[in-house]
């Protein structure tokens, strides 16, 4: 993941870290307006994250097929909520997309955080977070399409859960 | 902002690697909205500009 230091940055106690998926033919792409990486919005005080989030993914790639939050981590001195969002491939549309692959998550030891956490172990969880909606949520499971259910089910399932 | 200014081109880049170049009054405006429309970001003016470069300084070396 490439960000720039020097350039204008988004800041707040409250940060939603986006990560736009979509399924090209037979496995899963990361794609975005800030390209194949995770896209930050900040968020306010009164507006629900899941609002928040939904409203800019919205106006800026498209309405998602869903959205979930999968994940919370403290970083870039804020408490960063991570979501998931799907789309369909039509909304892509010249963003750069790159396929994501598998890694290892990221695991605390009994008591204390991981040391590092990498966003690519971010996007692991959310799949298997995802993953393991599509089998304990009714509306998930009514509402991603057959395919990417199939892709799904090499991620092994997992609940939302803190990562920091 | 004086005359001068009117005259040099600044260049405004997001953290997410996004960038403009313009005039200082485009630029800014074109910043304030990839922050607000993309990352639900309220910038001002001093923000894009505390974080913006000239062009000309960079092509001389000198300072901003």
Same mark, same amino acid.
């Given at each position: ?164 | ?11 405004? %880049? ?5 960038? =403009?170049?313009? #005039? !200082?009054? +485009? ?9 607000? %429309? ?5 910038? =001002?003016?001093? #923000? !894009?500009? +505390? ?14």
């Amino acid at each position: 993941m490439t960000r720039f230091p020097d350039g204008l940055d988004i800041s707040g106690p409250v940060q939603a870290e986006v990560f736009v998926v979509w399924l090209n033919t037979d496995h899963l792409e990361l794609t975005g307006p800030c390209g194949a990486a995770p896209w930050l919005i900040e968020l306010g005080e009164t507006e629900h994250p899941l609002a928040a989030v939904e409203r800019v993914v919205r106006d800026v790639v498209g309405p998602p097929l869903l959205l979930h939050s999968t994940s919370w981590r403290r970083d870039r001195a804020s408490v960063i909520l991570s979501f998931v969002a799907v789309i369909e491939a039509g909304l892509v549309d010249g963003m750069e997309s790159a396929p994501i692959d598998r890694t290892e998550l990221a695991r605390s030891s009994a008591t204390a955080a991981p040391v590092t956490i990498d966003y690519r172990q971010v996007v692991e969880h959310g799949l298997r977070h995802m993953a393991w909606l599509a089998h304990d949520d009714r509306v998930v499971a009514e509402t991603l399409p057959d395919d990417w259910r199939t892709v799904l089910a090499a991620y092994v399932p997992e609940p939302f859960r803190h990562l920091d | 902002m004086n005359e001068a200014d009117d005259q040099r081109r600044l260049r405004a %880049r997001c953290a997410c690697g996004w960038e =403009t170049v313009g #005039d !200082v009054e +485009a630029t800014v405006a074109a910043t304030i909205d990839h922050g607000q %429309r993309v990352h639900n970001m309220t910038a =001002t003016r001093d #923000d !894009v500009l +505390a974080s913006a470069e000239w062009l000309e300084a960079v092509e001389k070396g000198g300072p901003a």
